[in-house]
């Protein structure tokens, strides 16, 4: 079965060897706890390999994610130019130029469609609350549907990151339903330091681990401890 490498090392090693191809991943996580620097690896990774890459990006500017891969991981305006990006918060607030903006006029419900059923190995949605916020359960989940249709379909990864808590629990549910891969990234307050953990839920055609792993934010992205531990 065709892998395709999160960017992190030591969790490829706990997903023998990174997500399935014609997967989409839910990455649900606590306010706070970095799911988009995971993203940052994974779209990295993408460009290391030549593989084409979308981001859309509903929370931040596209400025802002590429001086966060900068930051994070060092990645290189050379590198950060072969990333398809998708910017609807500066389409909102009026910060793209008259051409960007038009490209982006429109429904962002048909455009992610539209967009994410073309040719790409790595797809990142950061983020689904966006969409929501702003659409119907029924279109949400079509959403999603659309999005497994294409990655089946060109053996690429569809990673969707999600606010934990900001909806109800049935809806949550059904987006963890409907999606192949859920990891869950939690935080936790401990004395005087704030431990992340992430969480593998599912993952078909992946025997998922049991256990519970530490990481860590760094100057160079995720760090994830390469111990497990059973907390």
């Known amino acids: 079965m065709k892998r395709v490498s999160t960017g992190i090392l030591n969790l490829d090693s706990q997903l023998g060897g990174g997500f399935p191809a014609g997967s989409v991943i839910l990455f649900i996580e606590d306010p706070g706890a970095g799911a988009e620097i995971y993203s940052y690896h994974f779209v990295h990774d993408g460009i290391k390999k030549g593989e084409q890459s ?12 590429r001086d966060s891969m900068k930051l994070y991981l060092g990645v290189s305006d050379d590198e950060l130019e072969k990333v398809k990006f998708m910017d609807f918060l500066s389409a909102r607030v009026g910060a793209l130029g008259v051409r960007e903006s038009l490209t982006l ?8 469609i539209t967009e994410t059923s073309r040719n790409y190995n790595r797809v990142v949605l950061n983020s689904l609350s966006y969409f929501a916020e702003s659409y119907d359960r029924k279109s949400v989940l079509s959403l999603i549907e ?25 809806f949550e549910t059904a987006v963890k339903q409907v999606v192949d891969g859920v990891i869950e990234l939690s935080i936790r307050e401990a004395e005087t330091e704030i431990q992340r953990r992430l969480k ?7 025997l998922v681990p049991k256990t519970i792993f530490r990481y860590d934010i760094s100057d160079r992205g995720i760090r994830m401890e390469s111990v497990t531990r059973v907390l």
């Open 105 to 112: 006029s429109g429904d962002p419900y048909n455009k992610v």
């Open 146 to 170: 659309s999005m497994k249709i294409s990655a089946k379909r060109n053996e690429a990864v569809h990673m969707i990151i999600f606010t934990k808590g900001m909806f109800n629990m049935e």
């Open 200 to 206: 593998i839920v599912k993952l078909k055609r992946t």
């Open 54 to 65: 979308l981001y859309i990006a509903t929370n931040d500017t596209a400025d802002d994610i």
